[in-house]
Each structure stands twice: as structure tokens, then as C-alpha cells.
């Protein structure tokens, strides 16, 4: 994609969750960083910049997806209001042995890119098979990604002998690492139900050796610790510390089961957090203590999970979640506000990832970039930017810069053909029925 100048004018402009907005100001990306921003006065010349008029719109970074599974968006609605264990091992799985093969992986992959830059995903962490597949199609939809290729101890798609597992995550690595600057590969291990103590140590190894993000599954259901292979502790969280997995590159997906002992051995180690709240409630997982581990000071992240568990790939819906599930949960109206919330989806998802120059509206960092509509029912009066986890969707997208290019423009999505990719999608999901 052309990285041509871009200058957005006369926007309101949110730059981090603890500053207040600023309105009437410009921005000017250019070599695909924000170059400089600040009100109208002070506006530089951008000669033959593409010039945006942010009137009436709301300027802030784009927003990160800490935890998907884009692929999955084929079986979003085929098995709901199932148990975790059930929907699993009676439904997905079977599905995944039956379909999942690499022009699935593509084609679904694109539809997930699509439905999250339209909502205002610029970054997304994926973890599954043929990731490969699931790299080219995200790096085709012009999205940031972190895909992480799928180790479990079971024969799975792309990988029939688990006994290569180690070695395809290998061979992937090897072939992303450096290959596009919008592309960060890694591992992730499905699961220590899936994955044996000495897999995950294996995993973890080569991980640290390309120096890789570490991606698993932990603690999502109350039955966990019984269902763990070879448990080395009295815990999932507890397990992991006992194989020496833990630390500032191993990011945790779910940690809904945890006690004190566990939350105090993820702070000592570092290790990030990534909660998909919507997930968590309709499998009825349970709520994460996420207020508690953010006032310890544990990096929280927020992720969708994939859309046979959600069903939607919007963020703006899985702060709101967030936010609310918080309160609930502790009977406290002041739990998890709103500007924790928007830490969770920008500037802690892109530490949590390694992604050091996200999250935040700032000079020199990368240009990714959404822009709001505030002529919205919904968002008027428009007082402060709780508005945006409260009151704001994804529809209310209008703009999406990524790296310095325009990917979305008046809603209109610029990457790849839509209408082709949905029907694409609709014959693959004709095998089962729909």
C-alpha cells in the first residue's frame, strides 16, 4: 500500500486514556508515523499530503485485539449455548478435523480482518493452525498482527504428527521473522489440557530463542486443574510457574480461576493478561478478578476470542463487557473505569504484545490511527471519552489508518473485495450445513 502524507484537520483528538481531549487540532502522519500533532494554529505545510477533515470526529489510536482465533469466524453461530467442554470436544473440534484446512484458514482469516478494521482493530494476536495462511490473509487485509502458530498434542491441521509440532512452529518462525514490518510471529501453546509439561517447555524454549511472544490458554474453567496432562501444581497458574514458563514475554489468555497465590505469582513474573469478557459469559466461564489484578499492577489486555465464542469481533462492545462485568462482580460502581478499560485495548494490549510503538496517539509512533463519527444519537453530548467504552460501537468507525495507509474511508472498506471474500466464506460453510 502507498504510504502517501497524511494531514487530518479540525479533529478532536483522544492521544491516551489519561489526558483529557483536545479539540480543534490536526495530525500529520508521514513514513508511516505520526509526525506531529496540536491544534489548527500551529498546523505545518504537508504539500501534497492526502488531506482528511476531522470535523465532527473523534482522532484516537487504533484499537489492539489481544486474543482471536480469525479463522473460527466459519463457525461463528454453528454451536451456542453450549458448556465449554461440550461446545469444545462435541462441536468445534469435530468441525476443525473436518474443515479446517488452508484455504479455510485464508478465507475466514480475511473476513475476520475485515469485520475488525471496520470496527476499529488495527492489531490483532491470532492463534491457530496453518497460521501461515492466517499471516499472508491478515497481512493481504493490511492489518498489524501477531499470528501464532497452534502446538497441541493431538494430530491438528497442517501438523498430523504431533510428534512435529515443535518443528512446524519452527519452520514458521523462521519463515515470519522479519519478513514484514506489520507482521510479529509466534507461539502459542493451545492449553496445559492439550499441551504435555514437556511440549510447553519446548514451546516456551523456542519461543525464547527467537525471542518470540508466548501465547496459552489458562484457567478459563472452574474444571481446569483436573484436566491438566501431568499436573506439576496445584494450580494451572501454579503449573506453569512449576515448568518456569512465566515471564514478561508469556502472555496468559482468560485467568477467569485464579486465587491470590496465582494473581501474586503472574505479578512477580510479569507475565500479561489478556481477558475476552464476552467469551468468558457466554460460555458461562465465569468472571476474571480483572479490577484486582489492574490494581496490583498485572498488564491487562482485553481480546474478543474467536467468533464461535463471542459471536462479535468488536472491541468497542468488549470494553463496555469489561467495564460493567467489573462492577458487577465486585458490587462496586468505581471498579475497572473507563479510562482502565481503554488502557486494556490500547496501550496495555501493545506493551503486553511487545509492540512498543502502539497504543498511544504519539510522535514517532506507528500510524495507526481510527477516526469516530460523533454525529451519532448515541454519542451526543459528547462530555469526555468514557463515551467510548459506555456509549460507542464499532459502526461508529468511520476512518481506519494503519502503518500510514487508509484502509477504511467513510465506512467504505479499501483492502480486497468484501463481497467476493463473504462469498467465498458461504461456500466453505456449505460442507455443514449453512
Known amino acids: 500500500m502507498a504510504t502517501q502524507s497524511i494531514l487530518i484537520t479540525n479533529v478532536t483528538l483522544f492521544t491516551d486514556p489519561e489526558s483529557p481531549l483536545s479539540s480543534n487540532q490536526y495530525l500529520l502522519c508521514r513514513d508511516e508515523k505520526i509526525h506531529s500533532f496540536g491544534p489548527m494554529e500551529t498546523i505545518p505545510e504537508a504539500g501534497d499530503a492526502l488531506l482528511i477533515d476531522g470535523t465532527d470526529k473523534l482522532l484516537m489510536p487504533g484499537l489492539i485485539n489481544g486474543h482471536n482465533h480469525c479463522a473460527m469466524t466459519l463457525f461463528r453461530g454453528l454451536a451456542d449455548d453450549l458448556e465449554l467442554g461440550e461446545w469444545l470436544n462435541e462441536h468445534i473440534f469435530p468441525a476443525e478435523a473436518k474443515q479446517v484446512n488452508p484455504e479455510m484458514v485464508y478465507w475466514c482469516t480475511k473476513l475476520a480482518a475485515a469485520e475488525m478494521i471496520l470496527s476499529g482493530t488495527t492489531t490483532v494476536a491470532d492463534g491457530y493452525f496453518h497460521e501461515d495462511f492466517v499471516a499472508r490473509a491478515l497481512l493481504d487485509s493490511g492489518m498489524r498482527a501477531i499470528p501464532a502458530q497452534g502446538i497441541i498434542d493431538f494430530p491438528a491441521p497442517g501438523v498430523p504428527d504431533p510428534s512435529a509440532n515443535i518443528e512446524a512452529a519452527e519452520t514458521f518462525l523462521k519463515k515470519w521473522q522479519e519478513k514484514d514490518d506489520r507482521i510479529t510471529p509466534g507461539i502459542f501453546a493451545h492449553s496445559p489440557y492439550t499441551c504435555s509439561p514437556e511440549t510447553l517447555q519446548r514451546a516456551k524454549a523456542l519461543a525464547t530463542t527467537y525471542q518470540a511472544p508466548f501465547f496459552i490458554h489458562i484457567a478459563e474453567s472452574r474444571q481446569e486443574q483436573q484436566m491438566i496432562m501431568d499436573p506439576q501444581g496445584t494450580s494451572p497458574i501454579r503449573h506453569l510457574a512449576a515448568l518456569d514458563l512465566l515471564d514478561e514475554k508469556t502472555i496468559l489468555i482468560h485467568c477467569v480461576w485464579l486465587d491470590d497465590e496465582d494473581r501474586r505469582i503472574i505479578d512477580k513474573n510479569k507475565s500479561g493478561v489478556v481477558v475476552c469478557p464476552q467469551s468468558h ?79 498511544e496517539i504519539k510522535k514517532g509512533f506507528k500510524a495507526d490511527i481510527i477516526l469516530l463519527d460523533l454525529k451519532q444519537a448515541h454519542l451526543q453530548p459528547f462530555y469526555n471519552s468514557d463515551f467510548l467504552v459506555y456509549s460507542a460501537n464499532g459502526a461508529d468507525v468511520d476512518t481506519v489508518i494503519i502503518n500510514g495507509a487508509v484502509v477504511v474511508r467513510e465506512r467504505k472498506f479499501l483492502p480486497f473485495d468484501l463481497g467476493e471474500c463473504m462469498a467465498e466464506v458461504r461456500k466453505l460453510a456449505a460442507p455443514a450445513g449453512l
Not at 325 to 338: D, F, G, H, V
Open 281 to 359: 459469559f457466554k460460555l458461562a466461564s465465569g468472571i476474571a478478578a480483572t479490577s484486582d489484578m489492574d490494581e496490583m499492577g498485572i498488564r491487562i489486555g482485553i481480546g474478543t476470542d474467536g467468533s464461535a465464542s463471542n459471536n462479535s469481533l468488536d472491541i468497542f462492545r468488549e470494553m463496555d463487557i469489561l467495564a460493567k462485568s467489573q462492577k458487577l462482580r465486585t458490587l462496586n460502581a468505581t471498579a475497572m473505569p473507563a479510562k482502565r478499560v481503554l488502557a486494556a485495548a490500547t496501550g496495555n494490549n501493545a506493551k503486553i504484545l511487545g509492540l512498543e510503538d502502539l497504543g
